[in-house]
């Protein structure tokens, strides 16, 4: 199952820990998850913030770029990215480069 880096970014006034209508929006995108793990078959690994640096990264396993593209394209997700940037990246986890390095001549 391909598995997904986030990694957003958003200004200190866009901050949820100051801003209501961006802590609203953050609690609703959380909330949304258990939902959306069983409508796209995705899989939130796990979630990280840098708070100083207003900075998270999001682990998300998904059956295809497809099934990861429509989350973002859910009404809570378009509201907590409406005041970030996003990098995504697909991302493999050490067993599949220990893999890849065995098999490699």
Same mark, same amino acid.
């Given at each position: 199952? @391909?598995? +997904?880096? !986030?990694? %957003?970014?958003?200004? @200190?006034? $866009?901050? @949820?820990?100051?801003? #209501?209508?961006?802590?609203? =929006? $953050?609690?609703?995108? *959380?909330?949304?998850?258990? =939902?959306?793990?069983?409508?796209?078959?995705?899989?939130?690994?796990?979630?990280?913030?840098? @708070? $100083?640096?207003? !900075? $998270? *990264?999001?682990? &998300?396993?998904?059956? %295809?770029?497809?099934? +990861?593209?429509? &989350?973002?394209?859910?009404? #809570?997700?378009?509201?907590?990215?409406?005041?970030?940037?996003? #990098?995504?990246?697909?991302? &493999?986890?050490?067993?599949? &480069?220990?893999?890849?390095?065995?098999?490699?001549?």
């Amino acid at each position: 199952m @391909p598995t +997904f880096l !986030l990694i %957003s970014r958003h200004t @200190p006034e $866009n901050c @949820p820990m100051n801003n #209501e209508k961006k802590r609203k =929006a $953050n609690l609703a995108y *959380f909330n949304k998850m258990d =939902a959306w793990s069983k409508k796209y078959k995705v899989k939130m690994v796990g979630a990280w913030s840098v @708070p $100083n640096e207003h !900075l $998270n *990264f999001l682990v &998300i396993e998904a059956p %295809s770029l497809e099934a +990861f593209q429509k &989350i973002s394209k859910e009404p #809570e997700a378009v509201a907590v990215g409406a005041t970030e940037t996003y #990098e995504i990246k697909m991302v &493999i986890n050490k067993e599949e &480069i220990m893999k890849i390095l065995r098999q490699t001549k």
